[in-house]
């Protein structure tokens, strides 16, 4: 995704430390001139809604960790948007395109204001 951002003409950071009240976000894009943050969840870490799996094995150990995760996700997106960023979420399954698309759409809405 990136080297397609990158190919488009979008100049990012990536795994870029931004220091919010309650704690520090890292989003795996973050376009600062613009507060735009973009974050690309795997679908087993993140318990996507289409494709999330558990593990048999220590099912109390991934439940809680895979809980926490979600929350974290939450709580992240929560924090940034009331610091007034946009927050893009990608899923690993997503077509390349279209979820360049989306984060050029959220980019685009920052520009234009």
């Known amino acids: 995704m990136r080297r397609v951002l990158h190919t488009r003409g979008f100049r990012y950071r990536v795994d ?5 009240p309650g704690g520090r976000v890292r989003p795996d894009i973050a376009f600062t001139k613009w507060k735009v943050a973009v974050f690309c969840d795997g679908c087993f870490w993140h318990v996507c809604p289409e494709h999330a799996t558990y593990p048999v094995q220590n099912r109390d150990f991934w439940s ?3 809980a926490r995760n979600v929350e974290r996700d939450r709580s ?3 924090r940034l948007e009331a610091a007034g960023w946009i927050v893009v979420r990608i899923w690993e399954h997503e077509p390349i395109d279209q979820a360049c698309s989306r984060v050029a759409d959220a980019v685009e809405q920052r520009r234009s204001t």
Not at 16 to 20: T, V
Request: charge should be neutral; hydrophobic fraction near 45%.
């Open 16 to 20: 870029h430390r931004i220091d919010l």
């Open 64 to 66: 809680v960790k895979l």
């Open 76 to 78: 992240d997106t929560a």
